[in-house]
């Protein structure tokens, strides 16, 4: 006799307690909205603890995951679940939209696959930069629901734990700082027959903050990405194999840079504000590829030191 579904609401957390009333009071609308049980469980990052008091106060769950990353606090989300939850993951930074988690679980139960991926809508705060706006350095595409995806990003995901468990696919805690344990996580879960599909109707807004519309910030992320990039798809079992995608990866990047420094230079000759941010966001991503093929990274995720009573 098959165990009847659930829904677990999982929330990484780390340090952001003042976000959590506003996240937790739209799941709980949102909550009401679908006919399976919900609970939810803020996973909490932070050395400190800064979500446990909030997570009382709120009446919800509280998980302290002590190993520093979003790799090992989504794993750590995973683990939590029985075998027939379905696991809803959705950024500390997010806020619902009406039908975002119906749009979920509907996409679940129309096609079954191990993985919804939802959509995310970056909000640009008044006042920014038309250059930076227009450059596409924060972006999702929209996908009409039920198109199969190659890849992940896990800001508003439903995962079915179950399936995930029968593949044995596990988020990669050492790309927990670095970024791009979604990407490894869903090419590892594609690559052993689990299927990922969009879902159009389940969209979480991103209110962009202002710390993050500053040119040193998606410089810094472009190239950051193109780290990552560099980083997960030149990853081989043989020093050869890793040698040869690094030197195809150096040598990509080493062409694209004065390329897309080209079509900079004529963008702005043009007066296109948006095609000129494009090409230098394309330039630094390059860059980091670069960066990537040498072994030259940063962290993305690079957080403060703990303190000093953690």
Not at 284 to 309: H, K, T
Request: hydrophobic share 45%.
């Amino acid at each position: 006799m098959s165990v009847a579904r659930a829904v677990l609401v999982a929330v990484p957390t780390f340090r952001r307690a003042e976000l959590l009333p506003e996240l937790i009071e739209a799941i709980r609308r949102e909550a009401a909205a679908i006919a399976l049980p919900t609970r939810v469980l803020l996973v909490d990052n932070d050395p400190d603890r800064s979500a446990e008091a909030p997570a009382a106060a709120l009446g919800v769950e509280h998980l302290h995951e002590p190993v520093p990353g979003i790799a090992a606090t989504r794993q750590a989300a995973l683990d939590a679940a029985a075998d027939h939850e379905l696991v809803v993951m959705i950024d500390d930074d997010l806020v619902p939209e009406p039908g975002w988690l119906a749009g979920l679980v509907d996409a679940w139960t129309q096609h079954r696959p191990a993985v919804v991926m939802g959509y995310v809508r970056y909000v640009w705060p008044e006042g920014t930069d038309p250059w930076i706006a227009g450059g596409g350095f924060l972006r999702r595409s929209l996908i009409p629901t039920g198109v199969q995806l190659p890849d992940l990003k896990t800001g508003n995901v439903l995962v079915d734990v179950a399936q995930v468990r029968a593949l044995d696919v596990r988020f990669d805690v050492s790309l927990g700082l670095s970024g791009g344990s979604d990407v490894q996580f869903g090419r590892d879960l594609v690559d052993r027959g689990g299927v990922i599909v969009a879902s159009a109707e389940s969209v979480a807004r991103d209110d962009i903050a202002v710390a993050r519309t500053t040119r040193a910030f998606v410089r810094r992320r472009a190239i950051c990405q193109g780290q990552v990039r560099a980083r997960l798809y030149t990853r081989a079992d043989s020093s050869s194999a890793r040698l040869a995608k690094r030197a195809g990866f150096l040598v990509g990047g080493l062409v694209r840079v004065p390329a897309f420094a080209a079509g900079e230079t004529l963008a702005r000759v043009r007066g296109d504000v948006a095609a000129s941010a494009t090409f230098r966001r394309r330039r630094w991503f390059a860059q980091g590829r670069i960066q990537g093929a040498l072994g030259l990274d940063e962290f993305e995720y690079a957080r403060p030191a703990a303190s000093p009573s953690a």
